[in-house]
């Protein structure tokens, strides 16, 4: 009997794993300015957020399309856009703890659909940018979740072995795209699941309880 790929590359999305998002205060200050603002996916969809996560629309791009929304009679200042769109995360810490102490004994990488804004903030606020050896944010990728080439790429960036990787994401899509390429995949539901999950693939963070 053939003995189990060891796990050596955990590779974690960043939204609703190692950060937790809220949009309401972007969406309250569209509203106040006029904006026929719905839920946060109408939003995103009206400024065509995936052509800034591609790296399609760079970042000062993206803030016209959101000052686009308000009414022309009370509009959003650049800098009160740029506020807006910054100010929506919140760190999960056990999360990121648990990423740098993988990364002691293992090849830790991030791979995440974000534009340049975000991840340019995530860096400077959180370090996100130090964990493990290396980000593929998927504006510089050119593609995203849950698209075949943001992972062969990520393939290609860190000589991903895929029976020897793991991904760790909270969405069940991109997770069916990771396990197509015969990487392992832990849908992410909170902590002590993951953690749960990451030991059952024999990935045993070294001093975590």
Known sequence: MRAPRVIRNIVF???WVLVRLNYRPLLDVLAAHGAPV?????????IRLEDHE???????????????????????????????????????PAMVELAHRLSEHHRV????????????HLSREY????????ALPSYLAGVMKPQQGIYAEAERRFALEPAATV?????????????????????HRGYRETLGALRSLGVDPKGVP
Not at 38 to 46: F, I, L, S, T
Not at 58 to 85: F, I, K, N, V, Y
Request: glycine share 14%; hydrophobic share 40%.
């Open 13 to 15: 999305d960043i939204g």
């Open 38 to 46: 719905g839920d946060r996916d109408a939003v995103m969809h009206r």
């Open 54 to 92: 591609t790296g399609r629309l760079p970042g000062h791009g993206l803030l016209a399309r959101l000052q686009g929304l308000t009414d022309g009679r009370d509009p959003l200042s650049l800098d009160e856009t740029l506020a807006c769109w910054l100010d929506m995360f919140e760190l999960e």
């Open 109 to 120: 990488f991030l791979l995440s659909n974000i534009g340049d804004l975000h991840w340019a």
């Open 127 to 134: 370090r996100l940018h130090a964990i493990g050896e290396g």
């Open 167 to 187: 991904f760790v994401d909270d969405r069940p899509d991109n997770i069916a795209t990771a396990r197509s390429r015969g990487w392992h995949g832990i849908v």
